[in-house]
C-alpha cells in the first residue's frame, strides 16, 4: 500500500503480504456468511448487504467522480447494463447444483464487461466535454438506457421484460459474494488509486491542461476511469439481479445515480474509506428515517443541503479513515475547481 | 476528527446489538399486526395514498366494533419509495422485525412481484389491493388478490368493443406501465376487429397531440385508452382539442373523482370497474359515505380497493380463528361471496378474486351502468 | 400536409413553455457558471401557486382576464421570492466553493422540493386539473384538402406561444435597455471584472435568479391550465429545457429561445413520425450529438480555455 505520493512512513507491507491478507479476508467471509445467516436478523442482514453493494457502487463512482474528477450522473445505468445482462443470463441458464456459484461468478464477470463496453462509449464522448456538460449528456445516458430497458421485451432468446421487470432470477448472492465483491472493488480500487497510474487520474482531476503538458495522455485515463467505474458498478447491479430475483426499469433511474453521487460527494470526493462509510451510511439512515414515513425524504433532502452548506468537503474531505494526519496531495477536493466566474 | 470513527463505531454496534434474530412467536401480541407497504412516496405516491387511506379506514372502522377476535387490528405502514427494491427490504423489515401475521400490498405488480416473494418465503400471506399482473399470484400459494386480471379485464373491453360494432379500434398505451401493457394485451387476445393504430406514451408525459394526431389520421371507430385516471383526462381532452371525436374507453384505472369531475368532456367514454359510484348496494353507499366523512373526499379506485382488502383480510383472520399466518391462508384461500364495497369477492383456486365488470358510460360527470360482464 | 402543419403547430406549442424555462437555465449559468437543478422545481411550484390562487378567487367569479392576471401575477412574484431563497440560502453561502458542491446542493433544493410538494400541506401527491379559468376552444380551424383533413389551434396554444413570445420581448428590453440588465450582462461576461467595475454582483445574481424563476412560473402556470398539476411535473420538462438551453448555446438568451422551439418539435415530429416510446430519449440522444458536434449550441459563442 503506497500512499499518495509523498514519502513511506518507516514501515510498508509487501505485495504479497498485502494479497495474501485480503484472500485471508474474502476467505473468512464465507464463514461469517454462516454465522450471520443463524443469528442476524433477516432484516438487518438484508440492510448489511445492500450496504455492500453500495459500497462497490460508490465506490467505483468515486473513481470516476472523486479521483478522476469527472462528473458521472449516470451510474445507475451502467448498474442497470449489468443486472439486466446477468439477471437475464441467469434465467436463461439457470444453472443448480455444484456448477452454480462458479456460474454466478461467470455471470457477474459477463455483467461488467458488458456494463464496461458501455462504459466505453460513453467515455469517448468525455473527451471532449467536461464539468456540468459531462454531468448532463452522462445523466441522458441513464435515461437512454432507461428507455431503452422499458421499451425491450427480449433481445434474442433473453429476457429482458420491458417496463413489467424481470422476475423470477435464480435467488444466488448472499452475504458472502456481496461482500467478497465489495473487498475486491475496494481494494482494486484502493491499489490503481494509490499507485503510479493513480497519480495520473488525480493529475487528470486537479487540471487536466498542466497533466495533459506533462505528459499524460488524459484521454486514456478518462476513458480508464469510466470502464473500471463501469464494470463495477455493472458487477453490483449483476450481484443485486441475483440477490432480489426481481429488476424493476424504475429502480434505476436517475434518483439511484443521484443517490450515488450523493454518498460520493459526502464521503468526501477522493477519499476511499470517506465514500465507503457514507455508502454505509446513508443505506442505513433511511431505514432508521421509516418512523417519518411521507417525511422520510424531505428530511433526507434537508439533511442533504445542510451538509453541504456546513461541510461541503465532506465527511473527510479527501483524506483517508486511518491517515489521519496527512492531509492528501489534493489542495481543491471535490474535483473541477472552477470557482464561479472565470 | 475523531468523532467521525466513534460516530461511525457506535451506529455500527447499535445496527449489529438491534439486529440479533427475534425468535418469539408470531401473532403472540396483544393486538393484530398487519403489515402493509406502499408507495407513499415518489412517482406512484398517489396510488399508495390511496389505497393506505382506504385500508386505514377499514382497519378503524374494525376497531370501532371492537376489533377481531377481541384484540384491536393495528397496521403498521412501509413506503417504498415507488421503488421495487425498496419493497422488498420494507416487506422484509415488516416479516421480520415487526412479525406482522399478514401483509397488505402494493398496487404496482412489479412491487406486488417483489414483496410477494419475501412473504412467500416466510410463508405469510398477501393480499394485493390491485396488482393486476396475472404473474402476481403465481408466486405462490400465500399470494392472492381483490381485484381483476388484467387478462379478463382487456378481455371485457374487447367483448364490449365487439358489442357496440367498433370494426377499427386504435390502442393507446402507457409503455411504462405493466397495468397499461397488460390490458393491451388482453384486449389484442380477445379483439377481432382490426387494431388501426398501436401508439404509446409514457406516465407522467403531458402532451399527446402528436400521437393523437396520428390516430386521427387513421379514422378509428374507437380508441382503446387503458391508463390511469392521471393521464386519461390530459389525453381526451387533447384529443377533443383535435377534433378525434370518437368514443375513448378503458380500465378501471379511469376511476376517480378526477375523472368524473372533467365533466362533458368525457363524455360518451366508458371504462370497465369493479362497481359503481351509483351502485345502491349498502356496502358501497357506507363506504363512500364513510371515507368522505373521514377524508373530506371522493375515494377512487385505490382507496376502494385498499379498503376491501383490509376488509377482506380482517374478514379472514375472524373466520381462521387465530391470528396464526398458515390458518389466515386458509381462510383467505376460502372466501366465498364477501360483500365488498368493489363486489361481491370470491376467491378462487388460483387465488384470484373473481367479481364481474360493469361497463360504466360517463355522461356529464356521472356514470351509468352501460353493460355488466361476469367473469368467464 | 394537414398531418405535418398540425405536428408543426403541436411542437411549437409545447416548445414555447420549454423555450421560458430554457431562458432562466441559461441566465442563470451565464451568471453563475452553475446548472440550477432546482429550476425544474420552481416551475412545478409556479403551478402549484396558481393553483391554489385559482382555488381561491373562484368562489368572487371574476372576469377571465381578471382571474389570469391575478394567477399569473401571483404565480411570478411566489416563484420570485423562491428563487431569490433558493439563491440567498442554498448557493450564495457556496459562491467560492466548488461547483460540484453547489450542483449537488442544487439537487438537495430539487429533491426538497418536491417532496415537500408531495405532502398534503403544500399539495399532495395526487394529480389535480386546474380550475376551470378558461376553457379549450378551438380559435383557428382551417381544412386543407378534403373536408376531414383538419388543422386546428386552440387558444391555449396561442396563449403559451404568445406568452413565450411576448416575455421573451419584455427580457430582451431589460437585458438589453435597463442599468440591471447591463449589469447582467457584465457580470456573465467577466465576474470577477464586473464586481471591480463597482456593479453588485451579489444583487444582480439575486435579480437573474428572480427573473429566471419568474418566467418559468410562467411556463408552469401554463402547463397548469392546459394539463394538470403533480409535484413531479418539473422533472422531465426541467431536463428538456436544459437541453434546450445547451442546443441553443447556454448562456445565449436569443438561443435558448430558439432551443426550446426546436426541441418541442423534435419531440412532437419523432412522435408523430418515429415511435412515441422513445421520444423521451430523443432529447438526450439530440444533447449528446449536439455537445460532441456542436458543443457551443446554435447561438452560442465559443469560449477558450484559458489558462
Not at chain 1, 301 to 316: D, F, K, Q, T, Y
Not at chain 2, 130 to 157: E, K, M
Not at chain 2, 213 to 229: C, Q
Not at chain 3, 32 to 56: D, K, T
Request: charged share 15%; hydrophobic share 50%; net charge neutral.
Amino acid at each position: 500500500m503506497k500512499d499518495d505520493g509523498s514519502r513511506s512512513r518507516g514501515w510498508s507491507v509487501p505485495a504479497w503480504g498485502v494479497n495474501c491478507a485480503l484472500v485471508v479476508l474474502v476467505a473468512g467471509m464465507w464463514p461469517l456468511d454462516w454465522v450471520l445467516v443463524e443469528q442476524m436478523d433477516e432484516y438487518y442482514l438484508r440492510v448489511l448487504i445492500l450496504v455492500g453493494l453500495n459500497v462497490i457502487l460508490a465506490t467505483s463512482l468515486n473513481l470516476i467522480n472523486g479521483i478522476t474528477g469527472q462528473f458521472s450522473l449516470g451510474h445507475a445505468g451502467f448498474m442497470a447494463i449489468g443486472a439486466y445482462a446477468t439477471g437475464s443470463l441467469m434465467k436463461y441458464f439457470s444453472p443448480t447444483g455444484a456448477g452454480a456459484e462458479a456460474a454466478l461468478l461467470a455471470l457477474l464477470i459477463v455483467g461488467g464487461l458488458v456494463a464496461a463496453v458501455a462504459g466505453l462509449l460513453v467515455g469517448i464522448p468525455t473527451l471532449r466535454l467536461r464539468g456540468d456538460y459531462l454531468a448532463i449528456a452522462t445523466l441522458g445516458f441513464g435515461e437512454i438506457i432507461y428507455t431503452l430497458i422499458v421499451t425491450t421485451d427480449r433481445i434474442g432468446p433473453f429476457e429482458i421484460g420491458s417496463s413489467s421487470g424481470l422476475h423470477a432470477i435464480p435467488i444466488r448472492t448472499s452475504f458472502f459474494w456481496a461482500y467478497a465483491g465489495a473487498i475486491v472493488c475496494v481494494a482494486s480500487i484502493w491499489r490503481l488509486s494509490y499507485s503510479a497510474k493513480g497519480l495520473a487520474f488525480r493529475a487528470v482531476r486537479e487540471d487536466e491542461i498542466a497533466a495533459a503538458a506533462m505528459g499524460i495522455d488524459t484521454t486514456y485515463y478518462k476513458v480508464l476511469a469510466f470502464v473500471i467505474g463501469a464494470f463495477f458498478a455493472g458487477v453490483a447491479g449483476g450481484l443485486y439481479a441475483t440477490y432480489d430475483g426481481n429488476l424493476a426499469p424504475e429502480s434505476f433511474r436517475f434518483t439511484k445515480s443521484i443517490e450515488l453521487v450523493v454518498m460520493v460527494v459526502l464521503g468526501g470526493s477522493g477519499s476511499i474509506t470517506g465514500v465507503v462509510v457514507a455508502a454505509a451510511v446513508l443505506t442505513y439512515l433511511p431505514e432508521q428515517l421509516r418512523f417519518f414515513a411521507e417525511w422520510r425524504m424531505v428530511i433526507y433532502s434537508l439533511a442533504l443541503i445542510l451538509m453541504m452548506l456546513l461541510r461541503p468537503e465532506g465527511l473527510l474531505g479527501g483524506r483517508e479513515l486511518l491517515r489521519w494526519r496527512r492531509v492528501a496531495a489534493a489542495t481543491t477536493v471535490g474535483g473541477d475547481a472552477v470557482q464561479s466566474g472565470r | 476528527m475523531k468523532w467521525i470513527t466513534w460516530m461511525v463505531l457506535a451506529v455500527g454496534v447499535w445496527g449489529l446489538v438491534g439486529g440479533c434474530k427475534d425468535k418469539g412467536q408470531r401473532g403472540s401480541s396483544s393486538e393484530i399486526l398487519i403489515g402493509e407497504f406502499a408507495s407513499m412516496t415518489g412517482a406512484t405516491a398517489t396510488f399508495g395514498q390511496s389505497s393506505h387511506e382506504g385500508l386505514m379506514l377499514a382497519v378503524e372502522q374494525v376497531n370501532e366494533k371492537g376489533g377481531v377476535l377481541g384484540k384491536k387490528v393495528k397496521v403498521i405502514s412501509e413506503d417504498n419509495r415507488s421503488d421495487a427494491n425498496e419493497a422488498v427490504t420494507a416487506v422484509q423489515k415488516l416479516i421480520s422485525r415487526d412479525r406482522v401475521v399478514a401483509v397488505i400490498g402494493e398496487v404496482a405488480s412489479k412491487r406486488s412481484l417483489a414483496g410477494g416473494g419475501v412473504c412467500q418465503q416466510y410463508k405469510i400471506p398477501m393480499l394485493s389491493p390491485a396488482s393486476t399482473n396475472p404473474t402476481v399470484t403465481q408466486v405462490g400459494d400465500y399470494i392472492f388478490r381483490i381485484c381483476f386480471t388484467d387478462d379478463f379485464q382487456g378481455g371485457v373491453c374487447a367483448k364490449f368493443a365487439e358489442k357496440r360494432g367498433w370494426k377499427k379500434v386504435a390502442i393507446f398505451t402507457d409503455v411504462a406501465n405493466d397495468y397499461s401493457k397488460g390490458l393491451t394485451a388482453g384486449f389484442k387476445d380477445g379483439y377481432q376487429g382490426t387494431i388501426v393504430a398501436d401508439e404509446s406514451f409514457r406516465e407522467g408525459d403531458n402532451d399527446f397531440k402528436a400521437q393523437l394526431t396520428k390516430i386521427k389520421a387513421t379514422g378509428p371507430d374507437a380508441v382503446f385508452l387503458p391508463g390511469y385516471y392521471t393521464d386519461v383526462v390530459k389525453v381526451v381532452k387533447q384529443a377533443r382539442q383535435l377534433e378525434l371525436n370518437v368514443p375513448f374507453f378503458g380500465g378501471d384505472g379511469w376511476d376517480s373523482p378526477t375523472t368524473l369531475a372533467a365533466g362533458a368532456v368525457m363524455d360518451g367514454c366508458f371504462y370497465t370497474d369493479h362497481y359503481s359510484p351509483d351502485d345502491p348496494r349498502p356496502a358501497v353507499r357506507e363506504f363512500i359515505a364513510a371515507y368522505q366523512k373521514k377524508y373530506a373526499r371522493t375515494p377512487d379506485a385505490m382507496a376502494i380497493l385498499g379498503y376491501d382488502a383490509g376488509m377482506v383480510m380482517m374478514d379472514a383472520i375472524k373466520r381462521a380463528g387465530k391470528s396464526e399466518p398458515a390458518a389466515i391462508r386458509d381462510a383467505l384461500a376460502a372466501t366465498k361471496g364477501f360483500p365488498g364495497a368493489s363486489g361481491t369477492i370470491t376467491i378462487d383456486e388460483k387465488r384470484n378474486a373473481r367479481k364481474p365488470a360493469f361497463v360504466l358510460e360517463l355522461k356529464g360527470g356521472k356514470t351509468h351502468i352501460a353493460d355488466t360482464i361476469e367473469p368467464g | 400536409m394537414d398531418y405535418l402543419t398540425q405536428q408543426l403547430i403541436n411542437g411549437l406549442s409545447i416548445g414555447a413553455t420549454y423555450a421560458l424555462i430554457a431562458l432562466g437555465y441559461t441566465m442563470v449559468y451565464g451568471v453563475l457558471r452553475l446548472i440550477n437543478f432546482a429550476h425544474g422545481e420552481v416551475y412545478m411550484m409556479g403551478a402549484v401557486v396558481a393553483y391554489w390562487i385559482a382555488i381561491g378567487i373562484a368562489p368572487w367569479g371574476w372576469p377571465v382576464w381578471g382571474a389570469l392576471a391575478v394567477i399569473f401575477g401571483g404565480a411570478m412574484g411566489a416563484c420570485a421570492v423562491l428563487g431569490f431563497a433558493i439563491e440567498f440560502f442554498a448557493y450564495r453561502p457556496l459562491r467560492n466553493k466548488p461547483r460540484l458542491v453547489v450542483l449537488i446542493t442544487a439537487i438537495g433544493v430539487s429533491l426538497l422540493l418536491q417532496n415537500l410538494a408531495q405532502t398534503r400541506y403544500v399539495f399532495g401527491p395526487t394529480p389535480e386539473a386546474f380550475p376551470a379559468v378558461i376553457e379549450a376552444k378551438t380559435v383557428v380551424r382551417w381544412t386543407m384538402g378534403g373536408p376531414d383533413n383538419v388543422v386546428t389551434v386552440s387558444n391555449l396554444d396561442l396563449l403559451s406561444l404568445g406568452l413565450s413570445l411576448g416575455l421573451m420581448g419584455v427580457l430582451a428590453w431589460v437585458v438589453l435597455r435597463t442599468r440591471q440588465g447591463l449589469a447582467l450582462r457584465a457580470v456573465s461576461y467577466r465576474f470577477d471584472t464586473s464586481s471591480l467595475m463597482g456593479i453588485n454582483t451579489n444583487r444582480t445574481i439575486s435579480f437573474t435568479f428572480m427573473l429566471g424563476s419568474a418566467l418559468a412560473a410562467v411556463a408552469g402556470v401554463v402547463d397548469a391550465i392546459r394539463y394538470d398539476v403533480r409535484p413531479l411535473m418539473g422533472l422531465m420538462p426541467g431536463l428538456k429545457a436544459f437541453v434546450a438551453a445547451v442546443l441553443g448555446g447556454i448562456g445565449s438568451i436569443p438561443g435558448a429561445f430558439v432551443g426550446g422551439l426546436v426541441i418541442g418539435l423534435i419531440e412532437t415530429l419523432v412522435k408523430g413520425y418515429l415511435s412515441s416510446a422513445y421520444s423521451d430519449a430523443v432529447a438526450f440522444v439530440v444533447l449528446i450529438v449536439i455537445l460532441l458536434v456542436r458543443p457551443s449550441g446554435i447561438l452560442g459563442r465559443y469560449e477558450a480555455e484559458k489558462l
